[in-house]
């Protein structure tokens, strides 16, 4: 069985959004379990709620052996990379269904997934954008050089057949002066 480390932040945040767990029968601490989706045993899920009461973060109304109430003491800590390490997820799904349609089950937690997926290669793109752009620059700039450098060629061909002086074909100056090397 794998070990919930975020329960103890679940725990707050549950608490701080919903109010104090209040059960008249005195299972307090098992509806708390439930509301966050704790994974762990019963045992473990009362050693980390009895943890908690110690050092602050909770208060607990205790009768005998029963807790009728749980509530949050302080504000709820943001979750931090560590307090968000990969813990199986729980499953989320829904099944709708249309009249004169085939029925539909959602997997929310491979739709997140997904969601989550198509953001980071969306993102990746879009640094890298910049970088493909100046490469495609860069390889354009390198071929009008070299179409130009073939042009230069042509063009001492083309004077050498027409008898004229080479120089003066591979020239580039005598069109930028305006003169004309006929």
């Known amino acids: 069985m794998h070990r919930d480390r975020t329960a103890r ?17 005195g299972y307090a601490t098992g509806v708390l379990k439930d509301a966050i989706g704790y994974s762990g045993s019963s045992v473990a899920f009362i050693q980390l709620i009895a943890t908690m009461d110690r050092e602050g973060e909770i208060a607990r109304e205790i009768r005998g052996k029963r807790t009728y109430k749980i509530e949050g ?6 979750p931090t990379a560590d307090a968000l390490a990969p813990v199986e997820p729980a499953r ?5 269904a249309v009249p004169g349609q085939p ?21 990746v793109a879009a640094k890298e954008a ?9 390889q354009l700039k ?15 061909q083309l004077d050498e057949l027409l008898g004229k002086p080479i120089s003066a074909g591979l020239r580039g100056d005598d069109a930028a002066a305006g003169r004309t090397t006929d």
């Open 9 to 25: 932040l679940r725990i707050r945040q549950f608490l701080a959004a919903s109010g104090p767990v209040v059960d008249p029968s």
């Open 73 to 78: 003491l302080g504000v709820p800590p943001t």
């Open 92 to 96: 989320a799904t829904a099944t709708v």
């Open 103 to 123: 029925t539909i089950e959602i997997d929310y937690t491979l739709l997140a997934q997904a969601l989550i997926r198509e953001l980071l290669v969306a993102t």
């Open 130 to 138: 910049p970088d493909t752009a100046a490469a495609e620059e860069d």
């Open 142 to 156: 390198a071929e009008r050089d070299e179409y130009a450098r073939r042009l230069k060629l042509a063009r001492a």
